[in-house]
Every structure is written in structure tokens, then in C-alpha cells.
């Protein structure tokens, strides 16, 4: 894994709906590929010279977007109102620091506001409520005015976490932002390249797809399941680790564990039988993994498995700390057993498999 790529990627600006920085930022990384964008933001990495290819396609799926925020109005003290896109826990929120990016590109700091611990009544300070309707960035403004005239800001413009990613070698521990699912992107990058000299040896036709707007409801991967019309789909997420919060034989995303596999979501049902070829090649491969049922979230397996007659998915998932807040913690090895999981299951399709696994073998 390209540590430095991943690093990029997860400094990168890209809010849901604004996603062109995360774009440029893979595009530089995938030279040797065909690289192409939709309208959406969505983008599409091919093996060179598979245009009239006629195996079956296998997507490589990742969503781009991370949680950020959207200028939703502009108080007269020049404070700015904000609306979430994407789901954060709200108590995460006051004093940590945010850019705000203009319509003419410019990067402006900001603070979300929180009120002094001197101005707040006792109800206040024993109170864990807010409203995300009274919560308020502040860029060192005096007015409105000053604020549209002087900052260029306005409303409906992006604005995200202020985070730089750090690595810490001694320990291999990355520590950054938005790492669901700019961690899923570094893994499509990192398992294209370790498959591009044999792609034509392979049982399928390899696509990377990165979709735009996942933490808004997975649209991005509704179009991008549509243009690359895939057979099979590995599905890669920034999964919420939880082995900081609940006892080490109940936790199912724990860092240093290996990649996960889910099983179960609010969204979808895993295909078994895929399941268990990623367990075979694991074994055979020596790659940690760990298995997850989920009481709860979802990923884009919700809309490529409905895609077309049907498409089975793998999700696998990277165990990130403290997903859908500022700061995030994930460890190399577990991105690193993700991408080869996902190669070494591609290398062991094989005409049966795939019939297997798409339950062509039930009658």
C-alpha cells in the first residue's frame, strides 16, 4: 500500500456532491489505467485495452464522499449556519476547526461554535442536546457583510474537518480524516496495480468504479452500476471499528485484525457462496480477516446487488476508529490485507466459481 497515496487521499477536499479533489488526487495515481469521470463525480478506472473485452466484469467499488458540511444560512453577527451532509453524532462537533471552500476556490478557516463554559446556565453544561439548527461556524467575521464581501463565502458553500494525515511508522498506524472511504479508494488503486500485468490472464474484466454521494444516500453507486454493468462486485468501506468500546470477543472490527468481512447490514444480505471463497483464499493466502454482522449501516452493495439480474457482492472493510468524526485512526496492515484479499479472490474466479457464486448451479 502506497502510504503516501492514502495520505493525499484523505487530506484531500471532498464533501459529499464536491468530490473533484478526491478525483485528480486518484487520476494522478492511475496513470497507467484509463481513467474517465461522469457528471456526478463518479469515476471510472479501466485496464488499458479492454474496451471490446467480453469476460465478466467484476467492479471494484469505493465511494469518494466523506461527511462534511454546507453553509445553510449567514447570521447578521456573521456567524454561519450549517446543515450535515452525511451523518454525524452531533456532540462531536463544537470547537474542532473546518475549511470552508468559496465558489472561486478559496480555502477559509473556521471554528464550529462552541458556547464558553462562563456564559452557560447549569442546565447548559449538564446537558448532552443539540440541535444542529443552533450550531454555528465562525470565521473571525463581524458582519454578513463582511462575511459575503470580504471572505467570498456564500451560501451553499462545502466545508469539511480540518485534519492532516499523519503516519506513524514505528507503529504503522495512519491518523487522518475521512478514512470512510478514502481507505476504500486507496485499496481499488493499490489492488488495480497489483493486477494490471496479469489482468489478461484473468477469469474477468477488472473495473474500478469510485461513487460520489454515498453518505447522502448511495447515489453515486446507482449510476456507477448502471455504466460499468457488472457480474460480481467487491465492495470496499472505512468500516466502523468498535474494539475501543465493547470486550474483544464481541467486536468485529478491530484494528490489526485483518480485513472485514461483513456479512449483514441494514442494506444487504452477503452472498455466502462468495463469502466463502474469500474465506478459502484467505486461508490459502495467510490473510488475516475477521467476519461482521452489523445491527446497523449500510454501503453501496445496497444498490449495485440490485443492479441489472442481480449482482453478488463481497464487502470488505477496513476497521477505521471514530468513523463520521474529525479524526481517525486505521491500521497499514489492515488496508493492506483488504486489497489482498480482494486481488487473490479475483485471481481464483474461474468460469465455475462464478456460476457458483451467481447461483447458476441451483437447478
Known sequence: MDIEMFGKLSDAF?????????????????????????AM?????????????????????????????????IQDNGCLGIIMLGGFHLTSLPAHAVWIRTRSGKMVHGIIC??????????????????????????????REEVENVFGIHIGDPMMPDVTFE?????????????????????????????????????????GAFAAQEEVG??????????????????????????????AGQAQGCMKKGV????????????????????????KCGIKYQESVRRGG????????????????????????YAHSHYNFCAREDLEAASAMAANVIRALDEEKIRHICHQDVL
Open 14 to 38: 471532498g464533501p459529499s456532491g464536491f468530490e473533484e479533489d478526491v478525483i485528480r488526487t486518484i487520476a494522478d495515481y492511475c496513470k497507467e489505467f484509463d481513467v474517465e469521470n461522469d
Open 41 to 73: 463525480n463518479n469515476l471510472y478506472v479501466r485496464m488499458p485495452g479492454t474496451e471490446q473485452d467480453s469476460r465478466p466484469v467484476i467492479q471494484l467499488d469505493a465511494h469518494l464522499d466523506a461527511c462534511g458540511f454546507m453553509v445553510q444560512n
Open 114 to 143: 462552541a458556547k464558553p463554559v462562563h456564559f452557560m446556565t447549569t442546565a447548559e453544561r449538564n446537558s448532552q442536546t443539540l440541535e444542529i439548527e443552533k450550531m454555528y461556524v465562525d470565521v473571525g467575521a463581524t458582519s
Open 167 to 207: 503516519y506513524d511508522a514505528e507503529h504503522e498506524i495512519c491518523f487522518g480524516k475521512a478514512f470512510d472511504n478514502r481507505a476504500g479508494c486507496a485499496c481499488i488503486v493499490d489492488t488495480m496495480k497489483q493486477l494490471e500485468k496479469e489482468q489478461a490472464s484473468l477469469a474477468v474484466n477488472v473495473v
Open 218 to 247: 448511495t447515489r453515486g453507486a446507482v449510476v456507477t452500476s448502471q455504466i460499468v454493468k457488472p457480474d460480481l462486485a467487491i465492495v470496499f468501506e472505512g468500516s466502523p471499528s468498535d474494539d475501543f468500546f465493547i470486550s
Open 260 to 283: 472485514q468481512i461483513r456479512i449483514l447490514d441494514n442494506s444487504y444480505i452477503s452472498n455466502t457462496q462468495f463469502i466463502s471463497l474469500a474465506e478459502e483464499v484467505a486461508a
Open 298 to 321: 449500510s454501503t453501496n452493495a445496497a444498490k449495485i446487488s440490485v443492479t441489472g439480474k442481480a449482482v453478488p457482492c463481497l464487502v470488505l472493510g477496513v476497521p477505521s476508529r
